[in-house]
């Protein structure tokens, strides 16, 4: 136990130092972020009671899902009682979620979407690159992004319960009862991503108005 406790100490001083330095413009600093992330890495839920380390930072350890807002209570976007089952989340496969939303104000085009997603490698968090659109991304404008057209009707559940699922979304108040969505195996998405402790913040806004912030910790496995 000694020993790789030892082991693991100087593993996160490199993971550390290499966090600190790299600069992910630079190709061969690119190459030593993506060696990191390909450190195979257990949730850290199934690592406490079975001869692992034991964690004691927080800010470290992901134990369950945890939604945060990274605004301000003034932003016009509200999301609160975010629900996720099953947790850790398993792609492919169900997951059951549920949300309430309050829009203050209406939400169109262009809507910004600024998404930055980290991977807990050993003592660390590193930020996962943006390749392929996919990973620690900024889309211009999500309305366009979303497929189909304005006037289709959006899918059951959302149209069960009168959420919108296309731009504009309109001032007012929503809730989406616990409902099951099917995940897919996620195409483009590298296998060693799919597995492991992340921290997901995604910042909306238009017209360079920020109209939310929210951050999600979570646990993905096979």
């Known amino acids: 136990m000694e020993r790789k406790f030892v082991s693991l100490f100087f593993a996160a001083i490199a993971v550390l130092f290499v966090t600190s330095a790299v600069k992910p413009s630079d190709k061969a600093s690119f190459k030593m972020i993506m060696d990191l992330l390909r450190i195979p890495q257990t949730p850290e839920r199934f690592k406490i009671g079975n001869n692992e380390v034991d964690y004691k930072s927080h800010d470290l350890q992901v134990l369950k899902f945890n939604w945060h807002n990274c605004g301000s209570s003034q932003d016009p976007v509200k999301v609160r009682d975010v629900t ?18 309050q829009f203050l104000t209406n939400v169109d085009s262009p809507l910004k979407a600024a998404v930055v997603i980290k991977k807990k490698v050993l003592f660390a968090w590193i930020e996962v690159p943006c390749v392929d659109n996919v990973g620690s991304c900024t889309y211009g404008d999500i309305c366009s992004m979303i497929p189909g057209d304005p006037t289709d009707p959006c899918p059951p559940p959302l149209s069960t319960y009168n959420i919108p699922c296309h731009c ?10 616990a409902s099951t969505f099917e995940l897919p195996s996620v195409g ?11 921290q997901v913040e995604a910042t909306l806004s238009s017209n360079n108005t920020r109209l939310a912030c929210y951050r999600a910790e979570l646990s993905l496995t096979k």
């Open 84 to 101: 996720l089952v099953p947790d850790p989340i398993k792609l492919p496969g169900e997951v059951k979620t549920g949300f309430t939303a």
């Open 168 to 177: 504009p979304f309109r001032e007012g108040n929503y809730t989406l009862p």
């Open 188 to 198: 483009g998405l590298p296998s060693w991503l799919e597995e492991g402790d992340y």
